[in-house]
């Protein structure tokens, strides 16, 4: 594996590129792995991105771990792990990327310039890197959303892939964040995942939103932000027609923001 600062060491027509801002885990890996399948040549890159930060102090706070990133990006196949400089990023003015409506509502309403950044970064790296593919989690499923329509309205020749969320043993959806949860705080975080399960078990729509709100609320250490089902094509509030609903729940255990969803099926009974 190749460890450059350079895009120009990696240029190449078939990339499947994975963008991260480091603290990888297995969620990170399980996309690389992902990556790998589509081309041979799978570029990671590591770049903890002010512009998505509101708080210095999170962006102070977020975890960096670069040993262990390359370790795990290797062990997963990556065949360029890609540490670009932030001049190379922001070079002067750098023309910022809006996300629309829908970067206002749910995360884009409590971070109010969070998909500004992300997306205005997304588009600097796939300026620099010119990947055929990038693959992307579905654990940020509105990021993810909105990624795939700033690609349509740009028209660029890039094909996202969804990577599908990664959980613990005990449920809980892997996170960078989560090494800040004490033993105590991640028990409480457990009430997300499960209040996802019960949603997704409901057969209708009232059914599924009731099993959300009743099982988030039976955790008193979790302050929720949102929880609601969406129609995951439009990101518009789900109608009992709605063949792709998708429940979303964010909020803070102990002061860390945490977020997860999951698609929902109506049984067949």
């Known amino acids: 594996m190749i460890i450059t600062s350079n895009a120009h060491d990696f240029r190449a027509s078939n990339i499947a590129f994975v963008p991260t801002m480091g603290a990888l885990h297995q969620g990170h890996a399980s996309l690389i792995q992902q990556a790998r399948q589509w081309s041979n040549q799978v570029v990671v890159s590591i770049f903890v991105n002010p512009l998505q930060f509101e708080n210095k102090s999170d962006l102070e706070k977020y975890p960096r771990t670069p040993e262990k990133d390359a370790q795990i990006a290797e062990r997963a196949g990556a065949s360029v792990l890609w540490l670009p400089n932030p001049k190379d990023i922001y070079p002067g003015e750098v023309a910022t990327v809006e996300p629309g409506a829908i970067g206002n509502i749910f995360e884009g309403q409590s971070r109010s310039s969070h998909f ?67 033993a105590k705080d991640r028990e409480s975080a457990l009430v997300i995942s499960q209040a996802l399960i019960s949603a997704h078990e409901k057969e209708t729509l009232s059914l599924m939103q009731e099993a959300l709100e009743k099982v988030l609320s039976s955790e008193p250490l979790f302050r929720p932000d949102y929880a609601c089902i969406i129609d995951e094509d439009t990101f518009e509030l789900a109608i009992e027609a709605t063949p792709n609903k998708r429940a979303l729940i964010a909020g803070w255990v102990n002061g860390l923001r945490l977020i997860d969803n999951m698609p929902m099926k109506i049984s067949a009974r």
């Open 116 to 182: 500004q950044g992300v997306l205005t970064v997304v588009k600097r790296l796939f300026d620099l890197v010119q990947p055929q593919w990038a693959i992307f989690g579905e654990k940020d499923f509105q990021q993810l959303f909105l990624i795939k329509e700033m690609v349509r309205e740009f028209q660029i020749p890039i094909s996202i892939m969804p990577g599908k969320t990664i959980r613990d043993s005990d449920g809980l959806a892997i996170s960078s964040r989560n090494v800040r949860l004490s």
